[in-house]
C-alpha cells in the first residue's frame, strides 16, 4: 500500500504552520475538533456561573452577590449554555467529525463554509462576551430577552442580541450544510435507508435549522431597531403587541428545542446498538420518530405562553400538540430499552452515559407533559419546576448524551484511549450530584418557589440547601471526567480502530481517521448495525 | 504497488450540490421576511382602517415605477444566464450590467421615497408619528423595516451580481501549484488523466520525496475573449436565484403597503 495511509488527519501538515493549521483548516474533523474544544470551554464558563447561582440561593438573603449580579449571572448563564453550548451541542463537534465518515465520504458539501461557519460562531460569542464588559454592563433580562424589559433596561441588550444574531447564522449555514452533505455525497450504494441513526438525527436538525433560525434572526433585529430607533412593534404605549414578541421567539426557541435534542437520541442510538451488540430495534420506527419530532415540535410554541394571554382555542391546541411529541419520544425511549432486550450488554462508560440518558429523558420528558397539561401548568408555571424540567432534558438528556459521546468517539477522534475505570467513577459522581442538584427543585416548585428569583421564604431553605450540595457534587465529577480525558491525551496508550466493536463506518477505517477518511470509497451493501461476532 | 491518484474526469456532481445549498438558504430567507409578513398580518387585521388612511400617504406612482424596474431586471437577469449557457459571453455581461443598474434605480427611488418621508416628520419616534393613530404609527413601523430590509437585501445583491461580473468577465486561466509539504499525502502516487471509462491518457512519473512542486495549468487561447468558465455559469444561475427573491418579496410588499387603500 502507499505510505499516507498511515498518516492521521492529526498528523498530516497542512499549509500553514502551528496553530493556523487548525484555524484557517477546511477539513471537517479539524473544524469538530475546534468546535468541540471551544464550546467545552465556553461550557467550562456557564459551569462557574451556575455553580454561582446556586451558592448565592444556598440560603435567603444576599449570600455571596447584589441581586442586580444576580440578574446579570443567571441571564449569562442561560444565554452561554443554551447559545454556546446546546445549541451547537452534539452536531457541530461530533456532527461535524463523524457525519461525513459515517456516510462514507470525504468532506461535508461545502468545507469552506463550514469553515465560515465556526469563524461565526466564535464570532457571535466573543461579541456576547464583549457586551459582558462594555455599555451599561451585562444584560439582566434572561436568555430570552422578552420585551418590554428587554426594550427598557439600561443594561447592554443591544449587543449580546447581536451576538445571538450571529451565531444563528452560524446555526443556518451548518444546517444548510449537513442536509447538503446528506444528500449529495452519501457513499455509492448507501440508500437514504441505510444511513445509520446519528445522520438521519443531523438531517432532521438541519432541516429545523434551515426553517426555525432565521425567525430568530428576524426576531433579534427587532430588538435591536426597536432600541435604536424606537419604532413601536412590540411596544404597547405605541399600539404593538408584547406577547407578538413571545410568539415569534419561541417560534424559533421551541424547534431549538429539538436542534438540541436530536443529535442527542440520534448518538444514544449508535451507542446503544454498538453496546448491545445489535441491531436498533425498529430502525424504520426510529427514523420516523426522528422527522415526527422535528415535525411536531414545530407546531408548539404556544404552550410556552398558557399564561401570557393567548386565546382558549389556541390554548387548547398547543396543548393538544405538546401532548403529541410525546409520542414519537416515547417510541425512541420504547426502541431503545428493546434493543437492549438480549442484547450483549458491556458496560463500557459510553453504555453507562446512554442508559442514564434514558431515566434522565424520561423523567425530564414526563415532568414536561406536567407543563404541557393546561390546569397543572397554571400551578407548576415560573416556578423552578421548570427549571428542573429543562435541566433533566437538556443536561440529563443533551449532557449527558454529550459526554457519552465524547467518550464513545474520544478513542477514534484522537487515537488515545482514556482509563476507563475513572470514567465511570466520574459518571456515577455525575449521575448522583446531578440528581441530588434538580430533584429537589421538582418538589420546591410544586410548592411554589418561583423560578428566577434572588430571595425566598425560609421554609424552602433544606431543599435549597440540598440542591447546592448537589451542583458540588455534579461539578467534582465533571472535573474527574475532563481530568481523566486531558490525562489521556498526554499518555500514549493508543486506541485501536475499533475498541468497542462497532459495525458503522468509523470503526472500519484506523484512528485517528487518515486526512481523506477512506483509501478507498466504501461500497455499502447493507443496513448500518450489521455486528459480527 | 503503486496506487493512482486521479485527479481528471469530475462528475458533475458539485454543481448540483451548490444549487441544493443555495436553495436551502433561499428558505432561510423566504422565513426571514416570513416573521414580518406575520407581524404585517396581526396589525393590520388589529388596525385595517389606520392601515387604510396611513397608505394614502405612500406615492403609488414611485411604487409602481420600482416594481416595474425590479420586474425587468429579473428579465435581464434570466436573459444574462441563459446568454452564458448558449456561450454569448458579451451579451451574458452586458444583460448583467442592465440588472445591475436597475437595482441602482431601484435604489435611488427608495432613497428618495424615504428622505421625503422625513422631511414630511414621518420616521420611527417622530412627533408628527407619534400625534397619529396607534395603527399608522404600526404601519409606517412595519413600511420602514419591511423596505428597508428588503433594499439592504437588493444592495447586497447588486454587490454579488458585481462580483460575478467581474469574474465572466476575466478570461478564464486555472492554475494549481502543490509544494512539496501538501503533496506528501499523495507520495508514492502518480498524477494521472483517465477519460471517462477509466482509459488512462497520461501518467507521471512516481510522486516521490525528490518532488518540489506539483502545477497544473489549463491555458486558453488570448484572442478568444469569450471563453467561458463553466463554473462561473453555476455561480451566476445562483446569483439569479437571489436575485429572483429579491424581486418576489417586492412583489408582496408591494400591493400589502401601496395599494391596500
Redo the contacts between chains.
Keep these: 500500500?502507499?505510505?499516507?495511509a498511515s498518516?492521521s488527519f492529526l498528523e498530516?501538515?497542512?499549509?500553514y504552520p502551528g496553530i493556523f493549521s487548525w484555524i484557517f483548516s477546511t477539513d471537517h474533523k479539524r473544524i469538530g475538533i475546534l468546535y468541540l474544544v471551544s464550546m467545552l470551554s465556553f461550557f467550562a464558563v456557564g459551569v462557574m456561573l451556575g455553580i454561582m447561582i446556586r451558592l448565592e440561593l444556598i440560603a435567603p438573603g444576599q449570600t455571596i452577590m447584589p441581586p442586580q449580579m444576580y440578574n446579570a449571572i443567571f441571564t449569562l448563564h442561560g444565554v452561554i449554555m443554551i447559545f454556546l453550548f446546546v445549541i451547537p451541542g452534539l452536531a457541530a463537534p461530533f456532527g461535524n467529525f463523524f457525519l461525513p465518515i459515517l456516510i462514507g465520504a470525504k468532506d461535508v458539501?461545502?468545507p469552506r463554509?463550514n469553515l465560515l461557519s465556526w469563524y461565526l460562531f466564535v464570532g457571535g460569542a466573543a461579541i456576547v462576551i464583549l457586551s459582558l464588559f462594555t455599555g451599561g454592563g451585562p444584560p439582566d433580562t434572561g436568555w430570552t430577552f422578552y420585551v418590554p424589559y428587554s426594550l427598557r433596561t439600561g443594561t447592554n441588550v443591544t449587543l449580546a442580541v447581536f451576538g445571538a444574531f450571529v451565531l444563528g447564522f452560524s446555526s443556518?449555514l451548518t444546517?444548510?450544510?449537513f442536509?447538503?452533505t446528506i444528500?449529495?455525497?452519501r457513499a455509492p450504494g448507501m440508500k437514504l435507508s441505510q444511513m445509520p441513526l446519528f445522520p438521519w438525527t443531523l438531517y432532521a436538525t438541519g432541516w429545523v435549522q434551515?426553517?426555525?433560525?432565521?425567525?430568530l434572526?428576524?426576531?433579534l433585529?427587532?430588538i435591536i431597531?426597536e432600541r435604536v430607533?424606537?419604532?413601536?412593534?412590540f411596544e404597547a404605549s405605541?399600539?404593538?403587541?408584547p406577547v407578538?414578541y413571545q410568539?415569534?421567539f419561541w417560534?424559533y426557541s421551541h424547534p431549538a428545542v429539538y436542534i438540541m435534542i436530536l443529535p442527542a437520541m440520534g448518538a444514544i442510538s449508535e451507542m446503544i446498538a454498538t453496546f448491545s451488540q445489535k441491531r436498533v430495534f425498529g430502525y424504520k420506527a426510529m427514523v420516523a420518530a426522528t422527522l415526527s419530532i422535528a415535525f411536531v415540535g414545530y407546531l408548539v410554541w404556544g404552550h410556552h405562553m398558557f399564561v401570557s394571554g393567548q386565546s382558549d382555542m389556541a390554548v387548547i391546541i398547543f396543548s393538544l400538540l405538546t401532548f403529541l411529541v410525546a409520542i414519537p419520544s416515547g417510541v425512541k425511549v420504547f426502541n431503545w430499552v428493546a434493543t437492549l432486550y438480549k442484547g450483549r450488554i458491556s458496560l463500557e462508560p459510553p453504555m453507562l452515559f446512554s442508559l442514564s440518558f434514558i431515566f434522565l429523558f424520561s423523567i425530564g420528558g414526563l415532568s414536561g407533559l406536567v407543563q404541557g397539561a393546561l390546569a397543572t401548568d397554571i400551578h407548576v408555571h415560573d416556578t423552578t419546576f421548570v427549571v428542573a424540567h429543562f435541566h433533566y432534558v437538556m443536561f440529563g438528556g443533551t449532557g449527558f448524551a454529550f459526554f457519552g459521546a465524547l467518550h464513545y468517539w474520544f478513542p477514534k477522534m484522537f487515537g488515545k484511549m482514556y482509563n476507563k475505570k475513572v470514567a465511570s467513577v466520574a459518571w456515577a459522581i455525575m449521575f448522583v450530584g446531578f440528581n441530588v442538584l434538580y430533584f429537589p427543585m421538582f418538589i420546591m416548585g410544586m410548592r411554589g418557589m418561583p423560578r428566577r428569583y434572588y430571595d425566598y421564604l425560609p421554609e424552602f431553605q433544606p431543599l435549597h440547601f440540598l440542591s447546592t450540595v448537589g451542583s458540588w457534587i455534579l461539578v467534582t465529577g465533571i472535573i474527574i471526567l475532563f481530568t481523566n480525558l486531558i490525562v489521556a491525551l498526554r499518555r500514549n496508550n493508543r486506541a485501536p480502530a475499533n475498541p468497542w466493536n462497532g459495525a458503522t463506518l468509523e470503526w472500519k477505517i484506523p484512528s485517528p481517521p487518515p486526512?481523506?477518511n477512506f483509501d478507498e470509497e466504501p461500497k455499502i451493501t447493507g443496513g448500518p448495525y450489521e455486528f459480527t461476532r | 504497488m503503486q496506487e493512482t491518484t486521479a485527479l481528471i474526469h469530475d462528475h458533475a456532481i458539485p454543481a448540483q450540490g451548490a444549487k441544493i445549498g443555495m436553495w436551502l438558504f433561499l428558505f432561510t430567507e423566504l422565513l426571514l421576511f416570513g416573521g414580518m409578513f406575520l407581524l404585517y398580518a396581526v396589525y393590520r387585521m388589529l388596525y385595517p382602517t389606520d392601515f387604510h388612511y396611513a397608505a394614502t400617504d405612500l406615492n403609488v406612482f414611485v411604487g409602481t415605477i420600482n416594481t416595474i424596474i425590479l420586474l425587468t431586471s429579473s428579465l435581464t437577469m434570466a436573459l444574462s444566464i441563459a446568454a452564458l449557457e448558449r456561450g454569448n459571453k458579451k451579451l451574458s455581461l452586458a444583460m448583467l450590467a442592465i440588472t445591475i443598474i436597475c437595482g441602482l434605480i431601484f435604489m435611488v427611488n427608495k432613497y428618495f421615497e424615504w428622505t421625503t418621508k422625513f422631511h414630511h416628520g414621518i420616521y420611527p419616534g417622530s412627533e408628527a408619528l407619534e400625534a397619529r393613530s396607534h395603527g399608522e404609527n404600526l404601519f409606517y413601523g412595519l413600511y420602514f423595516v419591511m423596505t428597508g430590509l428588503h433594499g439592504l437585501h437588493v444592495l447586497i445583491g447588486m454587490i454579488v451580481l458585481a462580483v460575478l461580473f467581474v469574474f465572466i468577465m476575466k478570461n478564464p486561466h486555472e492554475k494549481i501549484a502543490l509544494s512539496s509539504h501538501q503533496l506528501k499525502g499523495i507520495l508514492g502516487s502518480r498524477l494521472s488523466i483517465m477519460n471517462a471509462n477509466n482509459k488512462t491518457l497520461w501518467q507521471s512519473d512516481l510522486i516521490d520525496k525528490n518532488l518540489k512542486e506539483m502545477r497544473v495549468e489549463l491555458r486558453y487561447e488570448d484572442h478568444k475573449k469569450d471563453k467561458i468558465n463553466h463554473r462561473d455559469l453555476i455561480k451566476l444561475e445562483n446569483g439569479g436565484l437571489y436575485w429572483h427573491l429579491v424581486d418576489i418579496i417586492w412583489i408582496f410588499l408591494f400591493p400589502l403597503f401601496y395599494l391596500i387603500t
Excluded: C, R, W, Y
Excluded at chain 1, 12 to 15: D, F, H, I, L, Q
Excluded at chain 1, 238 to 241: A, F, L, N, T, Y
Design positions: 500500500m502507499s505510505t499516507h498518516q498530516e501538515k497542512g499549509k458539501a461545502f463554509l443556518i444546517g444548510v450544510n442536509v447538503s444528500h449529495m455525497l434551515i426553517l426555525a433560525t432565521p425567525i434572526s428576524i426576531t433585529l427587532l431597531l430607533f424606537g419604532i413601536g412593534l405605541k399600539g404593538g403587541d407578538l410568539h415569534l417560534i486526512l481523506e
